[in-house]
């Protein structure tokens, strides 16, 4: 990055009590000059560039990643919009990224991919701003996104190749000659670095941006902050109390999983082994007992809650609480069973038939309780996907009880301020205060907004209708309370 542009950066950052030092394995990296209190907004961008998950079964408006209302732009019949509002706001950019995907034959649009899309509209900004179509802000500038770490010496030769074949189909598309396909295959991945998929408030992926100034924060798998979105614009706050001077760290992948499991995704993915202080832990005594219970087997005695370890002469696992022994054969056999079931229910048509899909489910995790430890992340997803098809079919009392054996799991695997917590009791309190359990869902919808209001602020529609929610179960759990008192 240019000498006067790294300037006006540490300056704008200096104004929000933040700062960019390089560290050793870890390069740039974001610090916060004064301490910083949950809940609080470290910092916020809009996406430089941003595009809509768009597949053959969803389709999302360019502008606002809405659903509802959508027509095709009339030019490029691969861009939709949700109303001429929408349209307005993204014209500037998309009439040329109209222009150029207008002149790919009709049945090669089809591969224009969200991430072909962001690279053809990565370049496209990068040219408006260089002939001042576009303004160039400290933010809002190309020479971010040169800035970042692409780990191209790292990338293995198939993903190479894959990269030099859509590198090919941007440049098809752009025919820009001051493009060379090099720079575009490193911006590929430089995307699979530091893109970020955009959300919704309950963390639904809608889309994907590239937020420079975010990409600054580095990856700990005990974060400090945590990355929300708010329509398109990324909004990172602080999880709990930061002291001053110290490091602001976000989570890049799914933190519920052991040390091992963690360091295999992160090197996958983002090409570096992660040394945070929980990742220090690895191969002690806390680490291994970790390990197990998330991605170990119960004891054989079900009143146990001890976690098993293999056996030193080969015949087993012990459990480290009972010291009863759990048989290879028998967590075979147990493993074979739910093998079968999981193919099953892999194969099988859920959205025809949704109920033979539960049951298939069901099965599995009746399966998965035995053999697993009770905060095995193999049996939360399982239930996890069991809350999804209950929900999606009303079977509103089933699904409250699956909700409620995740809500523990998630307090276990998770930091208390984490924001997947906060929208589970949001979940609980929405279906006890459905099925009458009104005093319940109070409880419930307290605990969701505590957590939620530190990761999602306050102001949000999304955290409006929480709190519309909450008073309103509270007025009917007081109106029931006199009504009982009443009658006594």
Not at 108 to 121: A, D, E, N, Q, Y
Not at 195 to 212: K, M, N, T, V, Y
Not at 235 to 259: H, L, Q
Not at 306 to 313: N, S, T, V, W
Request: hydrophobic content about 35%; overall charge positive; aromatic content about 8%.
């Amino acid at each position: 990055m240019e000498a006067s542009l790294m300037a006006d950066l540490q300056r704008f950052l200096q104004d929000r009590c933040l700062s960019v030092l390089n560290l050793p394995q870890k390069g740039r990296s974001l610090f916060t000059t004064r301490d910083i209190r949950p809940g609080e907004v470290i910092l916020s961008q809009n996406p430089y560039i941003c595009v809509p998950n768009n597949t053959s079964s969803e389709s999302r408006c360019d502008g606002c990643f809405k659903t509802n209302n959508l027509k095709k732009c009339s030019g490029c019949q691969v861009v939709w919009y949700c109303g001429s509002s929408c349209q307005k706001s993204e014209w500037k950019l998309h009439r040329h990224e109209c222009k150029a995907l207008t002149r790919l034959e009709k049945e090669k649009r089809k591969f224009v991919i969200p991430t072909i899309r962001l690279m053809v509209k990565l370049f496209i900004k990068r040219n408006l701003q260089n002939e001042k179509v576009l303004p160039i802000t400290t933010t809002d500038n190309y020479s971010l996104v040169e800035a970042l770490v692409s780990h191209m010496s790292e990338i293995d030769e198939q993903q190479m190749l894959l990269y030099a074949q859509m590198a090919n189909l941007v440049n098809l598309i752009l025919q820009f000659p001051s493009v060379d396909l090099r720079e575009i295959a490193e911006n590929f991945s430089k995307f699979s670095c530091n893109a970020h998929s955009i959300c919704d408030s309950e963390l639904r992926p809608q889309g994907i941006g590239l937020f420079p100034l975010v990409s600054i924060i580095n990856h700990s798998c005990s974060p400090n902050a945590v990355l929300v979105f708010e329509e398109q614009m990324a909004v990172v706050r602080a999880m709990g109390n930061i002291s001053k001077d110290s490091e602001i760290t976000i989570s890049y992948i799914e933190t519920a999983g052991s040390t091992l499991t963690r360091q295999k995704s992160l090197k996958e993915q983002y090409l570096f082994h992660c040394q945070c202080a929980r990742c220090s832990n690895i191969g002690k005594p806390h680490d291994i007992e970790e390990s197990a219970i998330l991605e170990g087997y119960r004891c054989s005695n079900e009143k146990c809650t001890g976690f098993l370890l293999r056996d030193p002469e080969e015949k087993g696992f012990v459990c480290q609480k009972c010291l009863l022994l759990r048989s290879k054969e028998e967590v075979k056999k147990l493993a074979s069973d739910l093998k079968t079931v999981s193919e099953k229910a892999r194969a099988s048509p859920s959205a025809e038939n949704k109920q033979a899909a539960i049951e298939l489910y069901k099965t599995m995790e009746k399966l998965q309780v035995k053999l697993y430890h009770s905060f095995s992340i193999t049996l939360m997803r399982t239930r996890e996907k069991l809350l999804k098809m209950l929900m999606d079919l009303e079977i509103w009392r089933e699904a409250l009880k699956y909700c409620r054996l995740i809500v523990p799991v998630y307090q276990r695997v998770y930091p208390a301020t984490h924001p997947l917590i906060g929208l589970q009791f949001y979940t609980q309190g929405k279906l006890e205060w459905l099925l009458g359990e009104t005093k319940e869902a109070v409880s419930s919808l307290i605990k969701a907004f505590d957590i939620l209001r530190i990761s999602h602020g306050t102001s949000t529609p999304f955290m409006k209708e929480l709190s519309a929610k909450l008073e309103e179960a509270r007025a009917e759990a007081s109106y029931k309370l006199a009504c009982i008192e009443k009658r006594l």
